[in-house]
């Protein structure tokens, strides 16, 4: 395996949750409205970092799609999925669009406000 080389986004991002990899920016969220096995998920125009599986067929709430899953570039933890195709015209809208699990990123405020609590003990024995 080669050299792996990511784009850095500006400003606030969303991340993977798991290594923190930039993901995709607010400005191309088109909606918070999305739903995948594991809870929510948000839809977006782009996504950077990412490596796709194979398309399948994939029955979903809104009918058949063919779709891919996309995974994050860096530590391979699926994120969510890309859609290639929709079958009915009412969905045309989602093609080549991205899903992100909301379980799999953090959002960039997420990290700001994230606590660490120090376990180790500050007092000696005497």
Not at 28 to 51: E, P, Q
Not at 104 to 113: A, C, F, K, Y
């Amino acid at each position: 395996m080669g050299r792996i080389f990511t784009v850095d986004l500006e400003g606030r991002s969303y991340r993977c949750r798991f290594c923190r990899t930039h993901l995709a920016l607010p400005d191309d969220l088109i909606s918070k409205s999305f739903h995948c096995r594991r809870g929510k998920a948000y839809l977006f125009n782009r996504s950077v970092n990412i490596s796709m599986g194979p398309l399948e067929e994939r029955m979903m709430l809104s009918g058949m799609h063919t779709v891919a899953d996309i995974f994050c570039c860096c530590c391979g933890q699926n994120v969510g999925w890309k859609y290639e195709s929709a079958h009915e015209k009412a969905q045309k809208y989602k093609e080549g669009k991205f899903v992100l699990e909301r379980g799999r990123i953090v959002d960039e405020m997420d990290l700001s406000t994230e606590v660490y609590i120090d376990t180790r003990s500050d007092t000696e024995d005497s």
